[in-house]
T-cell receptor
Framework: AQKITQTQPGMFVQEKEAVTLDCTYDTSDQSYGLFWYKQPSSGEMIFLIYQGSYDEQNATEGRYSLNFQKARKSANLVISASQLGDSAMYFCAMREGNLGNTPLVFGKGTRLSVIA | ETGVTQTPRHLVMGMTNKKSLKCEQHLGHNAMYWYKQSAKKPLELMFVYNFKEQTENNSVPSRFSPECPNSSHLFLHLHTLQPEDSALYLC???????????????FGPGTRLTVL
């Protein structure tokens, strides 16, 4: 079974509007971390936001927020006020357990295109 | 600003060549990772090094040989590769500081490898 599922291969959003990118995860661990990364066409994976399994508040970083619904095992990324530079691949990833330096498991990604 | 650098950024090699990919992190981290990103596939973990010791080898063929001389440098030695090894190779580092730390991985820009 897939650990991270991103059901939207591609998304379009109008500039200045908000967009939600879906991510569901599967783990039996109580302690885990969820990450979102952005990958422009240049290839670099850019860290955006983190949510810990014990965090009660949804994480926010500037225009990025994470809609964390633990019971549903979902960790959707919300980008507000989309900009043309937001066009990229977006990956959801999970670290299981609370040991350090644990590899991440990635989803297949969602390609976001922002339209002027 | 990226604290993880990778060279070369692009590499074209024949199946009989031997080449090496280099990764360097300037973040004071103690773990380094190699990931492979093929077209239309999720990122795949290849190797993990913690404090210079290899702690994970994700069933990678022996034509890929990692080397970690210190916590700041990571190499991937390539020999007798196949065309299906063409991919983006991403290096990452993290520095787990103890319970509660996010253990975020920071990625380099990647090396785009083409095997002819």
């Amino acid at each position: 079974a897939q650990k991270i599922t991103q059901t939207q291969p591609g998304m379009f959003v109008q500039e200045k509007e908000a967009v939600t990118l879906d991510c569901t995860y599967d783990t039996s661990d109580q302690s885990y971390g969820l990450f979102w990364y952005k990958q422009p066409s240049s290839g670099e994976m850019i860290f955006l936001i983190y949510q810990g399994s014990y965090d009660e508040q949804n994480a926010t970083e500037g225009r990025y927020s994470l809609n964390f619904q633990k019971a549903r095992k979902s960790a959707n990324l919300v980008i507000s006020a989309s900009q043309l530079g937001d066009s990229a691949m977006y990956f959801c990833a999970m670290r299981e357990g609370n040991l350090g330096n644990t590899p991440l498991v990635f989803g297949k990604g969602t390609r976001l295109s922002v339209i002027a | 600003e990226t604290g993880v650098t990778q060279t070369p950024r692009h590499l074209v090699m024949g199946m009989t060549n031997k080449k090496s990919l280099k990764c360097e992190q300037h973040l004071g981290h103690n773990a380094m990772y190699w990931y492979k990103q093929s077209a239309k596939k999720p990122l795949e973990l290849m190797f993990v090094y913690n404090f210079k010791e290899q702690t994970e080898n994700n069933s990678v063929p022996s034509r890929f040989s990692p080397e970690c001389p210190n916590s700041s440098h990571l190499f991937l030695h390539l020999h007798t590769l196949q065309p299906e090894d063409s991919a983006l190779y991403l290096c990452a580092s993290s520095g787990y500081a103890g319970l509660g730390d996010t253990d975020t991985q920071y990625f380099g820009p990647g090396t785009r490898l083409t095997v002819l």
